[in-house]
DNA sequence: GATGAATGAGAGTTCATTCAT
DNA sequence: CATGAATGAACTCTCATTCAT
């Protein structure tokens, strides 16, 4: 019976997640009332203040949610055994059918940093998911496949906001995907691939190289 | 006297959009009223809507007017004799140091594109200012300078997002600048370039090329 | 409980429009701040609000309360089983009195008519109680005491219409009451009376005579 | 010159109560600002307050020029040799025929009468339009064709007061007019009517009768 | 006298949040 | 835990009125 309670409050909170979700995307923050969360959550407008402490921190949630759920793919995409390149491809195209499809919230994403008179925060499920990305440069030149000369979050931030980009460029366009973004970007990402096999390194960066690398699979398998 | 009147009246909205500004830049757009913009402004609440029609409307004539000095800045980086690449570079260069100094104003730009029911709408000052990135791109395309084979809109895309991404990268990081970013897009951005002269192109091209060469450069000198 | 709960709200919203109804005849419906109205409701501000869409709506229920009171109080003059005379001396009487009492409300009753572009709209409640004017019109023409010639409509405009301009004549001239404005007008209606047993009418029209008169008492004995 | 200077004032005036008469009617006291006002009279907004002090003087002095001009068409009705009779039902016509044309006038003429703490005032021309249905009751009592025991004012309020309620009865029917409701109103002025000639009247209360009168003609004819 | 930009008090209204039930 | 009526601070915006030109 403590199981049945403890569903029934996470049903309870999901729908009220789901319906904030879904107004914020449709309305827009400010054009979403909390009374009409709880209406299309089916729950009084005061329950809604159990679950989170006030509009902020439910739009937080939402967000929250949002990119968790991103990340889960993310990781899907990245988890297999395929080559680098492949796997870059997997994530960029996940990425941006994403962003495409939930364009709202990616902007809802950026109402949310900002809060009264704090500087724009980073949220932890957003540097979560960015993460994802951060990994996978960081094997990749772990694993000699990318040059080491430029550092992951850089690459990172190359592919990351182009793909950021170009979702917004489609759907101003009204387009729903263009492969061919990817593939520009997959081919301009050969200029960070090591044409031969990566000569002359010390022994002791060597190790230092194959630890990290065992390190970062290790992370990788854990997801 | 006709003059007199004028220049108060652009002097009045001046000093209301500054004052605007700095607010919603330091306190967000909610955390500022419009009598303290008012105030700030020196002239009465009303006054401020007498020149904009209520408090979305001055927020879209802000970020409007902080991307067309944007623009203006972004124009004179690429309007030199200098070659491509250095014209890149201090486009690049203008860009990051710009969204880094006014990050607040980038998140505010996209509060301005949230309209109640509305899609995230496309300010036209923004279309403006991206449209001197495309610029850049079509002429290098157009004087072979850039390969054709890439859109100017993927390439474009790649620079704009990649600059945006970093800049809120380093502003996280409470970097005020880093240039191996602006080095690295650089030397990304070889693998765009013609290593030998455009050859083999079909007179009907080359002729085409060089239109669309001149029409551009016409366009970029009327600046 | 539900039954306390449903009085408490109840007597809330009584408590409001007694607020309203004494604000606006003291100082007027644009002299009226909501917040006034709030502050004697002993109310907080929103709650009028709770009640009543806006200002304009809670004029008009106040309008509409004041007549629903004097439409009782007019259908109790008239119940008796008293001559017509007697009856129409009552109903005058009671009407001139409170016109008298309450001039200010048919002032704002005007008021509340007016809205924005449309015309003059008449209120359900004052409808409901010129109605009275008019059965009692109507049963003396179907009971014969009244002649049939004049509509009942019109014998209700002289005796609706003379009392009320009386009523106006004397709150300007600070009187109270003026009995003989009633036995002037009861007088008058002896030209409306039939002298004689309604003599030559024919059968049928008798016939639809005295069924309308059990219709028009069925109705009244309803009160 | 001093004549166009003044003719020009005139007309500006003129246009500054026309232009509020007819906004005033049309959007109600309320929906009309004083801005329109001034545009439609072609007048800067400032200049109306050259001419009335604030809205409601405005106000009263469009509801003042109103019952002006429908005093000067009821002396007129009113001014012939015609006997009694014709002459009540030439006033009642235009009496009826007025307040159905112009019946938002009228409503307004009773937001003119509210302002802020004051009870209902009297407007001086309403005054001076009663009084031409004042007067003529009193000629008729002096000259015999009304009796005297009713006063003059009791009977003015029947005649007034009926045409006022049966003009909203018709207004509200949208009926342009309905003669029927002055044939019944003559002929229930039958009931004041003396039948006979006035007998047995004493010397003194003759003579005064007589001198009232005159009086009375004397004022008449210098309408 | 005429103008109309500027004023600013004050209005109605909203809605996130609270709390007695 | 859940409710939803009540709250009231704070908001945007209006518009009659003023006054420098």
Do not use: C
């Amino acid at each position: 019976m403590g199981d049945t309670q403890r569903q029934r409050l996470e049903a309870r909170e999901e729908a009220i997640l789901a319906a904030a979700a879904s107004l914020f995307s449709e309305s827009g923050v400010d054009g979403t009332r909390m009374a009409e969360i709880a209406r299309k959550a089916a729950v009084a407008e005061g329950t809604v203040y159990l679950y989170y402490k006030n509009k902020h921190e439910l739009l937080e949630a939402v967000v929250d949610r949002f990119w968790r759920e991103l990340t889960k793919g993310a990781k899907a995409a990245v988890t297999s055994n395929a080559p680098l390149s492949q796997q870059l491809t997997e994530l960029a195209s996940y990425h941006l059918h994403s962003l495409i499809d939930d364009f709202k919230m990616v902007e809802i994403t950026s109402r949310a940093r900002q809060r009264h008179g704090e500087p724009g925060r980073q949220l932890p499920q957003i540097r979560e998911y960015v993460r994802v990305f951060d990994l996978i440069m960081q094997r990749g030149i772990a694993s000699g496949e990318l040059e080491a000369s430029t550092p992951a979050w850089q690459m990172r931030d190359v592919f990351y906001g182009t793909l950021e980009h170009s979702a917004r460029t489609l759907v101003l366009r009204k387009q729903p995907f263009d492969s061919s973004v990817i593939d520009n970007l997959l081919s301009l990402f050969d200029g960070y691939r090591l044409k031969h096999a990566p000569a002359k390194q010390d022994s002791g960066s060597k190790q230092a190289a194959l630890e990290l690398l065992q390190q970062l699979e290790s992370e990788i398998s854990r997801w």
